[in-house]
């Protein structure tokens, strides 16, 4: 599937932050700033066929793919909340690069050994300057 979808808003649910499409998608998705009818375009994970969670940018998605694999968090949908409502994931990703265990265990919401493990593993994926993949 597409990481990229866009559409007109058919519905919102200010809520939950969901947003419907007018093809029926639906994206778990910060609403707040949205309307009925507005054009978006999204950056997205799919759950299923037709439910997504969104992201204003591709480094925000990148980052929500690399730190998926360690299942630290009850659910994607609160990695998603970490990542796109919460914080900033150049904060996030700034942290990573630092190597502040401290700080990104707080950001995440994770231990000092689990903020310890992903810095040695995503470091490089993240300050490499030969890295094509990364999209500042």
Known sequence: MEIITSGTIKNINKKLNILTLKNNQMIYFDSSNLKINDKIKLFVYW???????????????????????????????????????????????????????????????????DASRIINDLNEEYTTSDNNFFIP
């Not at 997504?52 to 929500?64: S, V």
């Not at 994607?76 to 914080?87: K, P, T, Y």
């Not at 996030?92 to 231990?111: E, G, M, R």
Request: some cysteine; proline content about 3%; glycine content about 2%.
């Open 47 to 113: 759950l299923s066929t037709n439910k997504a969670l969104g992201f204003e940018t591709y480094k925000e998605l990148q980052l929500f793919c690399s730190l998926k694999p360690y299942n630290l968090w009850p659910s994607l949908n609160d990695l998603h909340q970490i990542i796109s409502f919460v914080n900033d994931s150049s904060t996030i990703i700034n942290f990573i690069q630092n190597k502040q265990i401290k700080k990104l265990a707080s950001f995440l919401k994770i231990t000092l050994i």
